[in-house]
């Protein structure tokens, strides 16, 4: 069992629909109180088009031990209205349970305007078990309001995770979404993530496909590459593939994928104890070359 694998795809579950993906800059400082519990505050800022940064997001959580073996975060996320964005809090909730087996992770998220009215709820809760094999198996449960107004499932994920030897795991991911026509659950993509690690370097490529009549189509395909420096400073870098324009609109794929976008972060620890991250983004000119993007960006996807 991996618990730090587990815990990073469960919170990029809830993280991948609500962030906009844009250059910035981040500084979270971490502290543990007396009674044990730790505490984080991180602010991020983006660029303006006049050159001066602006603050975009501040968050702040507090975990604590509940029990032996459980554990609980509570986080406020508050982000301002930039970029035709909305201002908005999101309060989240993460609970951790720890068993001879596995890991329960469980969370629950409010979002609310800049009125405090609640607009959005998603609850998401990830079980992962060892199995006999010495594979993990991990099923992911993703609920959302209704037309109704309702809690009611969305999304499905269940995964299976091999460890290959002491430098190399790979993740199988088959994702369900509900097709509110049919009123059925449907596969909607398949996932293959292969991790290697050497030295200080991991690379990581996961492939995605889609189902397409009978066949399953090759739609996306991400690399990262990261790297620790001996200072502790942590460098990654995500190069996106996705289909060409043809592939988007024939039945019939040429199965070859296009460099889409890069996003390129690091990360270092600061003197003070606090971290600092920055990341940029770019994407391919007509020239087939890498160009950083505009200030105040939000993003879109390959």
């Known amino acids: 069992m991996k618990p730090l694998l587990i815990v ?30 730790v505490s984080a ?30 554990a609980e975060t509570t ?12 201002a908005q809090t999101i309060q989240r909730t993460t609970s951790r349970e720890k068993t001879d087996s596995g890991e329960t992770i469980r969370i629950s998220e409010v979002t609310r305007n800049a009125l405090g009215k609640d607009v959005g709820q998603r609850v998401v809760e990830e079980t992962a078990q060892r199995q006999p094999d010495g594979t993990t198996s991990v099923r992911v449960v993703e609920q959302g309001l209704d037309a109704r107004g309702q809690l009611a499932v969305q999304r499905e994920e269940q995964r299976r995770i091999r460890e290959q030897g002491a ?38 490529e996961t492939t995605i496909r889609r ?3 009978d066949q399953n189509r090759i739609v996306g395909r991400v690399q990262t590459t990261e790297t620790k420096t001996a200072g502790g400073a942590v460098q990654r870098e995500i190069v ?45 000119d007509v020239n087939g070359d890498w160009k950083p ?8 996807t390959p």
């Open 8 to 37: 990073a795809l469960a919170l990029a579950t809830v993280a991948q629909s609500q962030t906009p993906l844009m250059p910035l800059t981040a500084e979270t400082r971490v502290t543990t109180n007396a009674d044990g519990a």
């Open 41 to 70: 505050q991180s602010v991020e800022r983006i660029q303006l088009k006049d050159g001066q940064s602006a603050e975009w997001r501040k968050s702040a959580s507090l975990t604590r031990e509940t029990k032996p073996g459980c």
């Open 75 to 86: 986080e406020t996320i508050v982000q301002s209205a930039i970029q035709g964005q909305p």
């Open 167 to 204: 430098t190399q795991t790979v993740i199988e991911n088959q994702i369900r979404t509900y097709d509110h026509l049919r009123g059925r659950f449907d596969v909607t993509a398949i996932q293959t993530t292969d991790i290697r690690k050497q030295g200080d370097t991991t690379r990581t």
């Open 211 to 213: 189902a397409a009549g």
């Open 240 to 284: 996106e593939y996705g289909q060409g324009l043809y592939d988007k609109i024939s039945a019939l794929s040429t199965g070859e994928l296009k460099p889409k976008r890069k996003i390129v972060e690091r990360r270092v620890q600061n003197p003070d104890g606090s971290s600092s991250l920055t990341r940029e983004v770019f994407r391919l």
């Open 293 to 300: 993007v505009p200030p105040n960006w939000v993003g879109d």
